[in-house]
Every structure is written in structure tokens, then in C-alpha cells.
């Protein structure tokens, strides 16, 4: 055998009852499980660990920073072994080079701008080899699976207008999503509090979603609302994905803002009727309560459309701002989830431009300000918004179809600690402080049940002849090293992580393996209807 670990604790991965047992593995997949006599060419002796499978971070934004750096100590440190990535219907592919010029801008507070990266790809495909021969062709640090980007895809066909699409760019936009459920796509994003794809009717989302029903992938939508409306939101999601036939996956699945304290179990209603119903659906959330996104993502949709150069035009306009301010502050707008905004509860976290880098961590003190960082950064600027509420956190992450996300930008000097913190925050603070959940529940919401909505036969759970995706950590001492504070402090408690049964992290530091892959869509025809 490569590797036998002995005497560990095994938590598979499906909620089940643990146990101690030897587990080995050879040539990148667990080889035996039990009392295991032969010896291998390394061992590991787990007395006092738990060895649980690889966990899989269901929202990420690692879209550029797997290709930027080989270490991605945010993720491996954790115990991540597979990220999914293309979320909030924006990312790098499919594009040509008008999109791509501007989804680099839109989401330049997510990602950076991207001066440093090679973008020599255009396709999913594409960019799916990009991954696999990152790092002079050695690979990633951790897995990657991807979603088709709709708003992306929408920019693509008909660019950045509030106008329904005509059928022959709805008969464009679904040829690239088929396109990108061939190339290995596991599915298709939406960002539907972000322009261009929030001007996507539900009769066009319907009409993708059926291309993505055809190839068995699933629609993670970040729906219209997390704020005033978010039950319906929820509510129009799960009605699209009925009539699409598809699997459905709730993206971030949260309940802010004040309208919403103590509502999460409404949703959790709604989530039971659907499943009672036969629905297939899930859900990720990160185990906070302030969210994250860009600043220009809390303007109103009508002051993006015709894409970042039109609204940063806007935004010079006197006048253009006033509306602008006043849809934000007295309104409501669609992009603050119908909530007038709160200044107070907006922290800048990173900008793109360091001549700005002085508003890092500071909380904005009006529209005058945010403005002039909006024009001066280019839309650059990433903030947190402190607006969640702990037992709705709570509620939620004990639901049966949960699975665990970070939704984690790991762009800007003071970035959210979900980035490095949330799947140890899980183990440590909800686990062993709070009880909220057991840890053999909590292992299988982050790895066995992401990877069986991800379609992974062969992932997600201790079992001969699973890849030897693995993570072994200390019940007693893991938790998070991020605060708000030091938000890219490491963890600890994880001495030991293995992508394809090579050793990612040992004796609790990084090493220098690139074991990731492109992991892709288990490819299946089309089924048509």
C-alpha cells in the first residue's frame, strides 16, 4: 500500500454511526478499510483523529486564485479537497472578448481584475484544461468542478440590456449552456440580484434550465432576493426548477436582514412542502452572519444596464448618482434585496486600486463616500454587510439537505473569515462548543451529501475504491484561525489532508503537491425532450 493510517476514527461521510478502524490507500483510492496487518511505504498513526472524506467547499470563488496561487492554503488548510466554482452567474467561460471584458470589471471585487492571469481560454472546456494544466502543467492544489455562469452566458448572446431576450438569442444562450454541460459543466449559476442576469425573465431561466435538465446537471441560482421578498424569491425557485424538471440547489441559502430575524423556519416550511412533493432540491450556506459581495452589487439593476462602462458613466452624472442614491437609501433597491441600505452596516473589505486600501475595514458613512470609491476603484471595491441573524444561521444548517459553502472571496486586504474559516468553524464552533449538530452529521453535510448532488460516484465518502480524497482532524482542537480581525489567519486542528491520496497538508503544513483536477461532469447524452 502507498499509505496506511491506523487506528482512526472514521466519520464516512454519510451521517452514519462512526468507528475506529485502519484505512489504506493505493495509487489514489482507498484500497481497505478494518485491521489492516500489511504496512505501506508511509503510515499515519490517527489515534485521537478523525478521519473523514475530503470536503467540498458547494460555493466557491477560487475561479482565478486556483490558477494564481499554487499553495491555496485558504482551501487545503481547511480540509477542502474539491471547490465549485462559476457561482452567481458570473465567471470567465463561456465568454469572447467583449464578455469577458466586462465580467472581469463587473467582478473585479470578487476576483481582482485579473491583470496577472493568462486568460487563454474561452470555453468551459477550456478553462477546465486551464485548471488541469495550471502551475507549469503540474495542476491545483484542490479539485474544481464548474457551473455555466448565466448571466455570463446572457452578456454573450444579447449583452448587458434589460430587454427580453429575442428567440434567437434564447436559442444562443441555450446552445452555450448545452455547450457547457458537453464540456463537463455540473450545472448552471444564476446571480439574480446582479446584473446581466437579473434581467432574465423566469420563462428564459425555465427555458435553460431544461438544457441543463437534459445532461442531469442542477441550477444553483442566487435568487432575486435574500432581503424584503426573499420567501417568494425561494418560492419562484423552486416553482422554475419544477417546471424544468431539474435538480435545484439554493446557493447561500440565507435569511437577512431585519425583515427576516427568526424567519428561517418559514423557509424551511417551504423546503419541506417541496421535498414532500418530490422536489430535488438542497442547499448550501456559510456558518456567519455577515454577508459579502461588491459595492456597485448593491446598486439598483436599471443604473448597470449596457454593462460597468455605462454605469460608471451613471455614476459621473450628477443627477444619474442622485436617482441612484435615492433608489439605495429611501427606495430600496433591487440589488440591496428591496431594503433601503445602511451605510453603517457596509465594511469595505478590499479594493482593487492600494490608493484606496485606506478604507479597508472601515464601515461607510454615506453615499458620498461609497461613490467616490465606486468612480475611483472602478468597481473594484468588495464589502462585507452585516445584516444575518445567528438562529436563523442556526436553523438552517440543521436541515437535512443542507451542505456547507463559504462563498468565500478571497480578494482584498481584510476579506470575510467564512474564506478560511468556514468548514473548521463547522467542526470546532457548531459541533464541539454549540451541539447544534453531531459531528457525524456535520462531516456528511460537507462532504458525502455535496458530492451525491454533485452526481460523484466515486467522492464524498469513506468506502473501498472511493478516491482517497481525505481529511484527518482533532475533534478536541479544530477551529477556525480567521476572525474579522486576522481574516487569513489558517486553522487548526487538521494535521493531514490528501487530494487523490497524496498528501495536500502534513504534520499541519502545506506541501508542495498539486494533486487537483478539473473534476467534470459524469458524462451522460443528453436527454431530449
Known amino acids: 500500500m502507498d499509505l496506511v493510517i491506523r487506528g482512526a476514527r472514521v466519520v464516512d461521510g454519510t451521517g452514519g454511526p462512526s468507528y475506529t478502524a485502519d484505512v489504506a490507500v493505493h495509487e489514489g483510492r482507498i484500497a481497505a478499510i478494518g485491521r489492516i496487518r500489511a504496512g505501506g511505504r508511509h503510515t499515519v498513526d490517527a489515534h485521537g483523529l478523525a478521519l473523514a472524506p475530503g470536503f467540498v467547499d458547494m460555493h466557491a470563488h477560487s475561479d482565478l486564485a486556483l490558477l494564481r496561487d499554487p499553495d491555496h492554503g485558504a482551501k487545503a488548510a481547511q480540509g477542502v479537497t474539491l471547490e465549485v466554482l462559476g457561482q452567481d452567474g458570473l465567471s470567465y467561460a463561456p465568454a469572447d472578448e467583449r464578455t469577458l471584458a466586462g465580467v472581469r470589471t463587473a467582478i473585479a471585487g470578487w476576483n481582482g481584475p485579473g491583470e496577472d492571469v493568462d486568460f487563454d481560454w474561452r470555453t468551459v472546456g477550456e478553462y477546465l484544461d486551464r485548471l488541469d494544466r495550471a502551475h507549469g502543467g503540474r495542476g491545483i492544489a484542490v479539485n474544481a468542478a464548474y457551473l455555466v455562469p448565466q448571466g455570463t452566458v446572457r452578456a454573450y448572446a444579447l449583452g448587458w440590456d434589460d430587454r427580453p431576450a429575442t428567440a434567437a438569442e434564447l436559442a444562443r444562450m441555450r446552445q452555450l449552456v448545452a455547450e457547457g454541460m458537453e464540456e463537463g459543466a455540473v450545472g448552471m449559476s444564476s446571480g439574480l440580484t446582479y446584473t446581466p442576469g437579473m434581467y432574465a425573465s423566469g420563462a428564459e431561466l425555465t427555458e435553460l434550465c431544461k438544457v441543463v435538465a437534459r445532461y442531469g446537471g442542477y441550477y444553483c441560482p442566487h435568487h432575486r432576493s435574500y432581503g424584503r421578498g426573499a420567501l417568494a424569491a425561494y418560492a419562484e425557485m423552486l416553482t422554475l426548477a419544477r417546471e424544468a424538471g431539474c435538480a435545484l440547489h439554493l446557493a447561500h441559502a440565507t435569511m437577512n436582514f431585519g425583515e427576516n430575524r427568526g424567519r428561517a423556519p418559514e423557509l ?155 468548514f473548521p468553524h463547522y467542526l470546532g464552533h457548531y459541533v464541539r462548543e454549540l451541539g447544534v449538530l453531531s459531528l457525524e452529521e456535520c462531516v456528511a453535510h460537507l462532504s458525502g451529501r455535496p458530492a451525491a448532488r454533485l452526481r460523484l460516484p466515486d467522492r464524498g465518502l469513506v468506502r473501498e475504491g472511493h478516491r482517497a480524497d481525505l481529511v484527518l482532524f482533532d475533534p478536541e482542537t479544530v477551529a477556525a484561525g480567521s476572525t474579522y480581525e486576522r481574516p487569513r489567519a489558517l486553522p487548526t486542528g487538521i494535521p493531514y489532508v490528501l487530494v487523490d491520496g497524496r498528501f495536500v497538508m502534513r504534520d499541519g503544513a502545506r506541501t508542495d503537491v498539486l494533486a487537483g483536477r478539473s473534476v467534470r461532469r459524469v458524462r451522460r447524452k443528453a436527454v431530449h425532450t
Open 268 to 422: 424551511l416550511s417551504l423546503l419541506d412542502a417541496a421535498l414532500a412533493d418530490g422536489a430535488d432540491v438542497t442547499l448550501d450556506s456559510y456558518p456567519y452572519t455577515p454577508g459579502c459581495t461588491t459595492l456597485a452589487a448593491l446598486l439598483p439593476g436599471w443604473a448597470h444596464e449596457g454593462g460597468p462602462q455605462a454605469l460608471l458613466a451613471r455614476l459621473r452624472d450628477e443627477d444619474t448618482a442622485e436617482r441612484i442614491r435615492y433608489a439605495l437609501e429611501v427606495e430600496g433597491s433591487d440589488g440591496c434585496h428591496g431594503v433601503p441600505v445602511d451605510w453603517a452596516s457596509v465594511e469595505v473589505s478590499g479594493t482593487s486600486d492600494p490608493a484606496y486600501g485606506g478604507h479597508v475595514g472601515r464601515r461607510l458613512d454615506g453615499w458620498a463616500t461609497a461613490r467616490r470609491l465606486l468612480l475611483g476603484d472602478r468597481l473594484g471595491t468588495a464589502v462585507l454587510q452585516h445584516v444575518g441573524h445567528e438562529e436563523n444561521v442556526r436553523a438552517i444548517m440543521r436541515h437535512p439537505v443542507h451542505t456547507g459553502g463559504s462563498d468565500g472571496i478571497l480578494h482584498g486586504a481584510k476579506p470575510h473569515p467564512r474564506a478560511y474559516g468556514t
